[in-house]
């Protein structure tokens, strides 16, 4: 028995012996990535499975994948003006309602995906958690992972900023990414996830750039040639609900909810690991040209994307800066 599944029937018994009842409901919960395979959807099956059990099918989760009911941006509005329940998405989107979130956009902030959680999970992260909840009426029920960012595109090897220089890459809507492109002398262009595999078939784009479980699920290694695994940035999956129709559910309901966003986080984590190391050897096995770049090349890309730091910190605070960064330090000690 996996740990994920001790931690699902310990929460089912603990639960269940407490003999509650709950009231029939249904719950929508949408996210972008594809509906076979994906982490998020294993994760979001997950959270399902447990919820439902757990109340009898009294509350049932309806998932739409594959961006079903709107891409990210429009996933996030539908659960702040309340026509979506929940939605799974990366918190890449944020920063149009809650700029603070870029904080966690430095450039190789996170050393490792351990450390990541440690931050996310401890006091920093929760210090985040409520902001959002403040600012947004959004509550966020637990951090995920979307894994380390790597660059592919259909031009040439990139081993160094200046490879870079010229090239159209796919960003997400997110300011502190566009600069960063900008930093190593690319053409940022803001694409919708779910038209990004076009864009690149038909060269509207040169690259993109993503972790590479989404790289081989989006099936990218069929319109690109060459990867770069550098993780340049670190980007969290976040599972999201509206806090006033969380609220609205009866206490019950909401502890079976906290208790499923647990096995969701659990869950996502642990497939973002082994779907991101599967991912790279996959891309290789596909004919994919695969540079994963050297100590020096590293400091080089870290050297051109030092610009970044004082646009985040006149986004979000020089405190909140330095707060992340002493986590990080603290995470890694």
């Not at 599967?278 to 994919?288: C, Q, T, V």
Request: aromatic share 8%.
């Amino acid at each position: 028995m996996t740990m994920i599944k001790k931690l699902m029937l310990t929460l089912l018994v603990v639960l269940l012996s407490t003999g509650v009842t709950f009231a029939k409901t249904e719950i929508k919960l949408a996210h972008s990535a594809p509906p076979i395979g994906d982490k998020t959807q294993i994760a979001c099956q997950a959270f399902k499975t447990y919820v439902e059990a757990a109340t009898n099918n009294e509350v049932i989760v309806n998932i739409f994948p594959n961006n079903q009911l709107g891409n990210e941006r429009e996933m996030l509005e539908g659960v702040q003006m309340g026509t979506v329940e929940m939605t799974a998405i990366t918190t890449g989107t944020f920063p149009t309602i809650f700029p603070e979130i870029m904080v966690l956009d430095l450039p190789y902030l996170f050393s490792s995906s351990e450390v990541a959680w440690k931050v996310l999970d401890g006091s920093f992260g929760d210090k985040l958690s409520k902001s959002f909840l403040d600012k947004t009426g959004i509550n966020l029920l637990a951090f995920g992972e979307n894994g380390y960012r790597n660059f592919t595109n259909s031009v040439k090897a990139i081993k160094t900023p200046a490879d870079l220089k010229g090239m159209k890459i796919r960003t997400m809507e997110n300011p502190i990414h566009l600069e960063m492109m900008r930093s190593m002398g690319a053409i940022p262009t803001p694409i919708p996830y779910g038209e990004l595999y076009t864009a690149m078939a038909q060269g509207v784009v040169d690259g993109q750039e993503n972790p590479n479980s989404l790289i081989k699920a989006s099936k990218f290694y069929e319109v690109q040639k060459y990867v770069t695994a550098d993780g340049h940035i670190y980007t969290p999956h976040a599972l999201l609900i509206s806090d006033s129709y969380l609220q609205g559910l009866s206490k019950d309901v909401q502890k079976v909810i906290l208790a499923g966003a647990k096995i969701w986080q659990s869950t996502h984590r642990e497939h973002s690991v082994k779907q991101n190391n599967e991912g790279l050897e996959f891309l290789k096995s596909a004919g994919m040209n695969v540079h994963i770049i050297n100590e020096e090349e590293l400091q080089q890309f870290r050297s051109a994307t030092s610009a970044v730091l004082p646009m985040i910190e006149k986004e979000v605070g020089k405190d909140l800066v330095q707060e992340a960064l002493a986590a990080t330090k603290k995470a890694e000690q």
